[in-house]
């Protein structure tokens, strides 16, 4: 069973929910860059006030970091980890890697949630978020195009890429998900 795992898809294709799914199934650490940045604020660590501060400012934070947190948190566990959110670009596809090769646990299989743009939209209108408006989506559709597009690719030419239809049912998706780890 693969143990070192990594979702990749759009805003609303259901990485989260998928991730959550299979980490409580299988005792993996579910590692959402989201919850590690809030995570670190609320323990009030060094790194925790660092991305507070640059959050309050309304600013990104750096891969720099975010990387220092993943790693931090990667570090702890060996039973097996899903990594949802991170990588967002190339850049941070490489930091990861070398990383990952240091504490010897590559990266096993990467599974990409595909769903096309009009249902992903009309998903996430009813999710209903202050911030998840058709123009606001639009945007962030075409950000993720093109920083985070490149690395279904990457993953493909690595032979680590398994696509996922995820614009059906839930249940669907995770046996989808269960099968094709369990192929490999």
């Not at 070192?4 to 294709?13: E, N």
């Not at 948190?73 to 097996?80: A, E, F, I, Q, S």
């Not at 990383?99 to 990467?110: D, F, R, T, Y």
């Amino acid at each position: 069973m693969k143990k070192h795992l990594l979702f990749l898809g759009p805003p609303g294709a259901g990485k989260g929910t998928q991730a959550a799914l299979l980490s409580e199934a299988n005792s993996y650490l579910h590692l959402s860059t989201g919850e590690l940045l809030r995570k670190e604020i609320d323990l009030d660590t060094d790194l925790g006030k660092q991305v507070k501060d640059i959050m309050n400012k309304g600013e990104l934070v750096s891969d720099q970091l975010v990387l220092e947190i993943v790693k931090k948190n990667l570090d702890k566990d060996n039973n097996g980890w899903i990594l949802d959110g991170y990588p967002r670009n190339l850049s941070q596809v490489h930091s990861l890697n070398d990383v990952l090769i240091n504490i010897n646990q590559p990266l096993e299989i990467v599974f990409y949630l595909d769903i096309p743009d009009e249902v992903l939209i009309k998903r996430l209108l009813i999710r209903g978020r202050k911030d998840d408006n058709e123009k606001t989506i639009k945007t962030r559709l075409k950000i993720y195009k093109e920083t985070t597009e490149p690395l279904i690719e990457y993953y493909k030419d690595l032979s680590l890429l398994e696509n996922i239809k995820a614009d059906g049912d839930l249940k669907t998706i995770s046996a989808d998900i269960k099968q094709k780890m369990a192929c490999r």
